[in-house]
């Protein structure tokens, strides 16, 4: 009962926070909507269809630049503060270096625009820098904002470029106040969030760390059962409650599934899923994938996968259709439902297809092998 509770009053923020961020984000087109109609207004005659072209483009190119930005500050402030380079990804594109080269990947992450992952330094005191890397981004956008707002006084409202500029900064401060001022943005914690947690509790800027370290050793990939098992020590009841040492426990659960060890795997995602300290967001969603999997290789009990396979599930699964570890479990699902071998067959086309531009070969190999294990 009080574990429905938490989750329940932790859903009901998530929603707050959700409404508050998609209120302003309305009011912010409203404002730059109001702009170009005012930029209109005062160009008069002189202003034309292109100029209304112009700057509608603007608006649009204005987020992208910011999420490029945005990424761009994690990059910098982190190599300030001794990370090392690990993978930078805009959208689906993903820029990674393997074996000292630099390649192009392509990986997509529901609730993510964008991600800048660092390599850290190693701990002092059992600390790292974690402030100017993680927040980063939302100084940037920042900073960029306020040199727009000077370009802007300068040009004026009688230009479209003048309009432009302050279309830019505006959603440059609105992305900047998204990510800086804690809060859960969606389904996972944002930027600010995540450095008052680090800033308060020790257990998080460890888990940090070690997940900084797992995503080293994944992006050279290794799997997660190769990698040390002291990293992967589940922690106390008492601290799951904070996200980022929660995410250890869910590196915990992948790691005994990498190592086909699915009874325990499958218990402990149980518990992750549905105990008094259930995971959120994008974890809960690929943990349960990861369960209905389990299922299906071993009892494949009907009324166990479609009670697991809830409308929140599905809508998460489908936002991550391309996934590695849902397009094995939508494999399995076909193969042990009776859909037909061509419905499987099709899946793991997609699959393959999928796992030439994955960043990270060691999962694929692991996702190969449960695939393998269907019946």
């Known amino acids: 009962m009080k574990a429905k509770q938490k989750q329940n009053t932790e859903k009901r923020k998530q929603n707050a926070a959700t409404a508050a961020m998609l209120l302003v984000g309305v009011l912010v087109g409203a404002a730059c909507g109001i702009f170009i109609a005012r930029h209109m207004d005062i160009a008069g005659e002189s202003g034309s269809i292109g100029d209304l072209a112009l700057l509608f483009l603007a608006l649009y190119a204005s987020f992208f630049l910011h999420i490029i930005i945005h990424e761009g500050g994690h990059l910098v402030f982190g190599l300030l503060s001794g990370y090392r380079f690990s993978s930078f990804r805009i959208g689906s594109l993903m820029l990674t270096k393997e074996e000292g080269r630099f390649r192009l990947r392509s990986l997509s992450l529901a609730g993510t625009a964008g991600q800048c992952l660092m390599l850290p330094p190693e701990p002092v005191d059992g600390k790292i820098p974690v402030m100017l890397y993680n927040f980063g981004g939302a100084i940037m956008n920042t900073l960029f904002s306020f040199m727009a707002l000077g370009l802007y006084f300068s040009l004026g409202d009688g230009r479209p470029i003048g309009t432009a500029c302050l279309i830019f900064a505006l959603i440059g401060l609105f992305l900047a106040a998204m990510n800086g001022i804690p809060m859960r943005a969606g389904l996972v914690d944002n930027d600010g969030k995540n450095a008052l947690s680090l800033a308060k509790n020790p257990e998080a800027m460890r888990a940090f760390y070690l997940q900084l370290k797992i995503s080293e050793q994944t992006a050279a990939h290794v799997r997660l059962k190769d990698m040390p098992e002291e990293w992967f020590t589940l922690p106390d009841e008492k601290d799951m409650n904070n996200a980022l040492v929660a995410t250890m426990a869910v590196f915990a659960a ?122």
Do not use: W
């Open 254 to 375: 992948n790691r005994l599934l990498d190592a086909h060890r699915f009874d325990e795997a499958d218990a402990l995602m149980e518990k992750l899923t549905e105990g008094k300290n259930a995971v959120l967001g994008v974890h809960k969603g690929l943990l349960v994938c990861d369960r209905i999997y389990c299922e299906t290789i071993r009892e494949n009990r009907t009324e166990a996968i479609e009670k697991l396979l809830t409308k929140e599930q599905k809508k998460l699964m489908r936002s991550m259709k391309d996934y590695p570890s849902v397009l094995r479990t939508e494999y399995a699902l076909a193969k042990s439902g009776g859909k037909g071998e061509a419905q499987a067959e099709a899946i793991r086309r997609r699959f393959e297809k999928r796992a030439e531009k994955f960043p990270y070969r060691g999962e694929i190999e692991s996702e190969r092998e449960f695939m393998s294990l269907v019946g």
